[in-house]
């Protein structure tokens, strides 16, 4: 099995697994300072446009979207997600689509591409190069993207089974430590079992490192890389960036800032 594939089936997995689709059940319309400032950023150019929201998951993205523009579709890649979306947003339509292939979108149809929440972490490198050409073709001239990457050199980087190598949550509660106890107790086996196992991806070339990830019990891995690499592959498909964001607060970076803290970055580009 390739390596790429290996990690579209291991992220697939996570993404049906019983725990996300209850998470993404429940899942509200939070955001984090950099996402509703890069959202902020690009308001006024893309009002009223059409919006295409990308892995939009259980609809974390929807009503804020849509306060830009009610032309807007939103797909993801998988049916969990959509069947999801669409019973949390029932007045929208949802399609199982993968942002690698956006075939079904003419050329110039969008003022407005979102793919939050790091979802184009989630697919190797020759497909993240493939999802950044088709926004940009699907792009209106003109047209924004906003999306979030992980920070090759942030914390969650350097995360490790010492993540779960603490004692459970003392609570007054027995009942409640009981769960705390109880939870550490399978979480650990299963977090060492998919750390050895999902580690065996992990490699750093070029600016990325692809590496497996704490969320989900160490149950995914993706993609992280650094602000000059992705400014880099940006400008190689015709996307001019206009601003990036860290997820910690609402400005945008200067050259020279420190990013050592921030844990993934959302990016603003133009369509050229």
Known sequence: MSTAVAQDTINRKAWRSWGARRWFKILSDWTDPGEA??????????????????????????????????????????????EICQHNHPDIRVSQMDARDLSAFEDNTFGLVVFSFNGIDAVDYAGRRAVLAEFARVLRPGGMLVFSTHNLHGPTYRENLTQFLRLPAWSNNPIRLGF?????????????????????????????????CAAHKFGIVIVYTDVPTQLRE????????????????????QPGDPLDDVNWFHFVARKL
């Open 37 to 82: 400032a890069a959202l902020a950023f690009v308001a006024d150019a893309v009002r009223d446009t059409p919006i295409l929201d990308v892995g939009v998951g259980g609809g974390r993205t929807v009503p804020m979207l849509r306060k830009l523009s009610q032309h807007y579709e939103a797909i993801d890649y998988m049916p969990e997600m959509v």
């Open 180 to 212: 705390n106890v109880a939870r550490t107790v399978v979480n650990l086996p299963l977090a060492t079992i998919n750390y050895l196992r999902n580690s065996q991806l992990n490699r750093e070339f070029d600016g990325y490192a692809v590496r497996v």
């Open 234 to 253: 940006l400008k190689a498909c015709g996307l001019q960036t206009e601003a990036v964001f860290g997820n910690l607060n609402d400005k945008a970076f």
